[in-house]
């Protein structure tokens, strides 16, 4: 992994998708009532984590900054992730 390869890992996306996912899954435990929502939305977070530190310039929106090519794995995880978070905010309202 050279020094240019390095550069272009993400830092404050992961960490805050981490953070995020962690609050969430501990609050679904350490909640008396135990919802649902919780969890999905934590474990959805969790799994965006891998695509923002491989490729953080995905989540960047309206630029003309060329898109890097990324495993399919990493964006099925991405896609199940958004839908998890999806559905937890819709049980969350609901």
Do not use: C
């Not at 909640?31 to 969890?39: G, I, M, N, R, Y």
């Not at 898109?67 to 958004?82: D, F, S």
Request: proline fraction near 6%; avoid cysteine; charge should be positive.
């Amino acid at each position: 992994m050279g020094l240019k390869e390095s550069d272009q890992r993400g830092r404050v996306l992961p960490l805050l998708f981490t953070i995020l996912g962690v609050f969430n899954v501990f609050g679904f435990f350490y909640k008396s009532t135990h919802q649902p929502d919780d969890l999905l939305q934590g474990v959805g977070f969790l799994l965006v984590v891998p695509l923002a530190y491989f490729a953080p310039t995905t989540f960047l929106f309206g630029t003309r900054a060329r898109r890097p090519h990324v495993p399919t794995w990493l964006n099925g995880m991405a896609i199940a992730g958004l839908a998890l978070v999806a559905t937890g905010f819709a049980l969350g309202w609901g």
